[in-house]
């Protein structure tokens, strides 16, 4: 939990803050409301799509999601008595989020030991939320890729190698890979890719873009297979790799 709310906070704080300054809202000159409601929400967001992914209902979601957002408020009151400053107001928010959040664990113990197996939601809307948060890895590569859009590039030639060898390299270590058909493919995936770092790195601009882009748009065929045989890599990780290569390549394109 502690991971998705860090996980949380980092890839979703960019998004808030260039939504922000979209409609012309600068946070940063913000008082420490803005910075506390971002924190706060991004967090919870991150560690309520874990809990929802591990099986905890509408209940424990919504309570520790309290038990996140309201230390942040109780953060923000001694900053408007003047008693701490705007910084101290987040720290004080922060401090208090750990514990409150140990209490709700320690109430709800059952809840938060042994497995986490439910009964089927009962509405649509739940439903919803949780086909959401077991699309965990493709919110995660979202997240990672949200820079791309708004400032599309093209990425370093040497990414294709790397592209490449990224499905021998897990293979080998988790020897999915034999002597045989599997292997043999994916060694010629690796060639292939390193002919096409090879072109990149040499041709001008104007080759380099497209190649570059067709390598990271090509790749997604092979993390589509991998995913579909549950083969070499984990899903989690190819499903992840899918939407990254996907943005990579089209944000190259834009970026031509």
Known sequence: MAVAMLLGMLLLAPVATA????????????GPEAPALVMATT???????????????????GEMSAAMVLPFAAGLVPYWAGLVSAADALVVGHLLMLPAMAAVMLVRRAEYTGGHVHAPARTAAWRAVEAVAHRWPTLLALGLTFDSWLRPGIPPAWMLAVLGAEYLVIGAVRRELHLDRLLAAHV??????LGLAAVAATAPVAVAGPVVAAGWLLHVAWDVALHRADRVTWRWFAEACIVIDLVVGVTVLLAL
Do not use: C, N
């Open 19 to 30: 939504l922000a300054g979209a409609a012309g809202w600068d946070l940063a000159a913000a």
């Open 43 to 61: 967090m919870t967001l991150g560690m309520a799509v874990w809990m929802v992914h591990r099986g905890h209902g509408a209940r424990a979601v």
């Open 188 to 193: 010629a995936g690796f060639v292939v890719y």
